[in-house]
């Protein structure tokens, strides 16, 4: 990952209000799909304790500047979205 996007990606979660929309609203699961080749597209394979209270800093997940990054939940069955920076951005500054 380029350092470029690192310090872009330190700065957006440097603010509480980011993290704490981001640990709200910067991800959702998904049913693992049928018929479709969806492990192409994972970027990783995590496990979750608690599905209730997610921390994605705590997790071994990136965030991408413009795209999602899928995760397989090996304990849960299914896939975690992580939504890309550009689109948490938007939703924030929608809902101010």
Known sequence: MPSSF????????????????VNSNGY?????????????RLSGEILIK????????????QFSIDDYNYYY?????????????DHIKNEINLND
């Open 73 to 85: 939940v090996s304990n849960l069955n299914t896939l975690l979205v992580v939504k890309s920076i």
């Open 50 to 61: 608690d599905s209730s209270n997610i921390d994605l800093l705590s997790l071994d997940v």
């Open 28 to 40: 959702y699961f998904v049913d693992i799909p049928e018929n479709k080749d969806y492990k192409s």
């Open 6 to 21: 690192k310090k872009f990606e330190g700065i957006f979660l440097s603010s509480t209000k980011n993290i704490n929309y």
